[in-house]
């Protein structure tokens, strides 16, 4: 059976105008195995045509191509990529070999593809290379050879998968006449091992060295003749067991040819990692500027405890608010009294009642409720001692709340005793040394002003800085005799919950939410500018993600030059048995690349500039404002990543549909 049998192959061109241009006009032909076939004729005449229908890169023809006497037609994707990877082997006039590679990859590039393991791809690679001649030369790109040179490593790279049949277009074109005979040799070579070589010339000399001449014209054969047939060796033969490339092969090569134009790619990716550096740095930012707030905020570090205030219902605010708002002016009145008064601490709706008290004992894992009374005095609550006057803001009670570690000289100040404590910068406003001393206290309770002498046994600096919020503490029980000596009654306006375990604090604090109750004032606060925050955040975020679209407009483009300047390769690829998907594999890969290369940029820039930052901030004001979390980092890394294979998919999915014959003839 012959290797090969051409039955009336036709092949016509769309041409531009419309209309079409016959190429072939019905050509057949046997090819046995062990036949060097010159095929000769003018230029123009259809050889190349001829030659890329027989070879599998075109598949448009009419009539039929038996290979084993299997039709091409007939062949599954699986068995064409099969064909070109195990079957044909190419050798082109201009070489064709992949810039940046070296010449071991070159040529072992259709095993690369066929998944061949990486020791035994190299040492083929290398043997071919030595029977070639070229071992000196394995390490070298290929613009560091001469045209000859080239050549040869055509001829190995042909070889590589041990094809039964070499299709040569053209093999010295390229080539001065010293050179022609010694790649002509090497060709013959292969004929003699048993191979069938087709080998299209224009030199008469070169045909005369072939076992049989094809002769065409104007797409049609005109004379076919037997010569001397070339004599053979037998040899052995490679078993190549050919799969298809697995994405790693895929993501290596796509390295290679990432290194190939590193400058280009790291310019790529630092531009992208810009912009992932602004979109992480300002959510750090934003994490590190909350959290430095709350921590400036939250008053109370003992994180058994869950302080609880009591607030009107949401609706009842709700009604207020819309009253004042219809213009109600008795009622803006009423509200504006109310506020006063819930400042104070003398307001009637932010007291617990009893029935409010149980229902917070009541709350799992509560293990001890605490009452207490806050009060915000703007001017009225004063405190002397000697000649000098202090104005405090808090009127507050000793509570479980306050840590032991809060405490800067003495003590909590004991139950009956009118022990007072207050803070640290007050006291120092009235003395160096207050501890002990016994001082004036001008305190407004609820609707009455009283003076008494209390002794300071304590002073403390609360956590976080609202130290600077000057407070009087006393027991609530002293307060409480306090209020009925002046005939009032005091009514808790704080609950301190203890929690059982610390884990459980949280938990307490939702729970009393949702009945209705509020956290501390600074909890509200810190919320309320918690929440600013984060809208601020998110905001600049969305800003800086603009920077994102223009990264990957950047990455689309950049690919799409690659894909054109890379045309030729493809098309290699594609003689080689790369299938489409191999091809789009290897360009999103290179995507990929570009995305994880932009996203370590990004967060090491990031990383970079918060250690600056945050070496500045901690000199003026002691706190770090930039916390890059492990989350945020990987965030960027990733939102690189699925930016850039986004931006990836066009150009690779373009490269893939390139005509192999199409991308070949491209100089
Ligand atoms: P050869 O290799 O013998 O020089 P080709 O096989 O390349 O000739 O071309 C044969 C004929 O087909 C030429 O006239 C050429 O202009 C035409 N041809 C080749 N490729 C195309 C194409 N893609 N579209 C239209 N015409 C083509
Ligand atoms: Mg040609």
Redesign the pocket.
């Known amino acids: 059976m012959p290797v090969l049998e051409l039955k009336n192959v036709k092949k016509f061109y769309k041409m531009p105008g419309g209309g079409r241009f016959e190429a072939l006009h019905g050509v057949s032909a046997k090819f046995n195995a062990g036949e060097m076939v010159a095929i000769v004729g003018e230029?123009g005449s259809g050889?190349?045509t001829l030659m890329n229908t027989i070879g599998g890169l075109d598949s448009d023809f009419e009539g039929e191509i038996l290979y084993e006497g299997k039709n091409l037609r007939d062949f599954s994707t699986k068995e064409m990529v099969n064909y070109h990877k195990k079957s044909i082997g190419f050798i082109f006039?201009n070489f064709n070999l992949i810039p940046h590679l070296d010449l071991i990859d070159n040529v072992s590039i259709a095993m690369t593809l066929s998944n061949v393991g990486e020791d035994f791809r190299r040492q083929r690679a290398k043997d071919l290379l030595k029977q070639v001649g070229l071992e000196e030369h394995m390490y070298k790109k290929p613009d560091q050879l001469s045209g000859g040179q080239k050549q040869r490593v055509a001829i190995a790279r042909a070889l590589v998968n041990d094809p039964d049949v070499i299709i040569a277009?053209?093999p010295t074109g390229a080539l001065d006449a010293e050179t022609t005979d010694v790649i002509l040799d090497m060709i013959r070579d292969i004929a003699v091992e048993g191979k069938l070589v087709l080998m299209?010339t224009h030199s008469e000399k070169v045909a005369a060295h072939c076992s049989r001449v094809l002769r065409i014209d104007r797409g049609q054969i005109v004379d076919d003749h037997e010569q001397k047939p070339i004599e053979h060796q037998q040899i052995d033969r490679e078993n190549i067991v050919v799969h298809n490339m697995s994405l790693w092969k895929a993501i290596k090569l796509a390295f290679k040819n990432m290194k190939a134009k590193f400058g280009r790619n790291a310019l790529v990716a630092t531009g992208m990692g810009i912009g992932i550096m602004s979109v992480i740095l300002m959510l750090s930012l934003g994490k590190g500027v909350t959290s430095y707030v709350s921590g400036q905020m939250n008053t109370y570090s003992n994180p058994l405890v869950a302080e609880i205030q009591k607030t009107s219902s949401q609706k009842m605010q709700q009604k207020k608010m819309q009253d004042v708002q219809k213009g109600d002016s008795a009622a803006l009145a009423k509200q504006q009294q109310e506020n006063m008064n819930s400042l104070s601490g003398t307001s009637a709706t932010n007291s617990f009642s009893s029935k409010d008290l149980r229902k917070l004992k009541r709350i799992k894992h509560v293990k001890k409720l605490q009452k207490g009374y806050t009060a915000i005095s703007l001017g009225t609550n004063q405190i002397s001692y000697k000649k000098k006057r202090a104005t405090l803001i808090y009127l507050k009670t000793v509570n479980d709340a306050i840590a032991k570690s809060e405490i800067k000289h003495g003590r909590l100040p004991k139950a009956g005793k009118d022990e007072v404590m207050i803070d640290n910068g007050t006291a120092e406003t009235l003395g160096k040394h207050m501890i002990g001393k016994t001082i004036k206290a001008h305190l407004q309770l609820g609707t009455k002003t009283i003076d008494k002498k209390v002794k300071v046994v304590g002073t403390y600096e609360q956590a976080g800085n609202s130290g600077s919020m000057s407070t009087i503490l006393l027991p609530y029980s002293d307060l409480k005799q306090l209020f009925k000596d002046n005939g009032l009654t005091l009514k808790p306006n704080v609950v301190y919950l203890t929690s059982s375990e610390q884990k459980y604090t949280e938990a307490i604090k939702t729970k009393a939410k949702d009945l209705g109750f509020a956290g501390s004032m600074q909890e509200q606060m810190t919320q309320m500018f918690d929440s600013i925050l984060s809208v601020l955040t998110y905001v600049l975020t969305a800003i800086a993600a603009v920077s994102l679209v223009v990264s990957a407009i950047m990455i689309l483009v950049v690919l799409n030059i690659s894909v054109v300047e890379r045309t030729q390769e493809i098309g290699v690829m594609k003689a080689l048995g790369a299938r489409r998907k191999d091809i789009r594999r290897i360009f999103s890969s290179e995507a990929f690349l570009i995305g994880l290369g932009s996203g370590i940029v990004g967060v090491l820039l990031t990383w970079l500039l918060s250690l600056a930052i945050n070496h500045y901030t901690i000199s003026a004001f002691k706190a770090a404002v930039v916390t890059l979390t492990p989350q945020y980092a990987l965030t960027g890394v990733v939102v690189s990543v699925v930016i850039s294979m986004i931006a990836g998919i066009l150009p690779s999915n373009h490269a893939s549909k390139l005509d192999p014959v199409d991308a070949l003839r491209k100089e």
Do not use: P
């Open positions: 230029s050889k190349s006039q277009d053209e299209v």
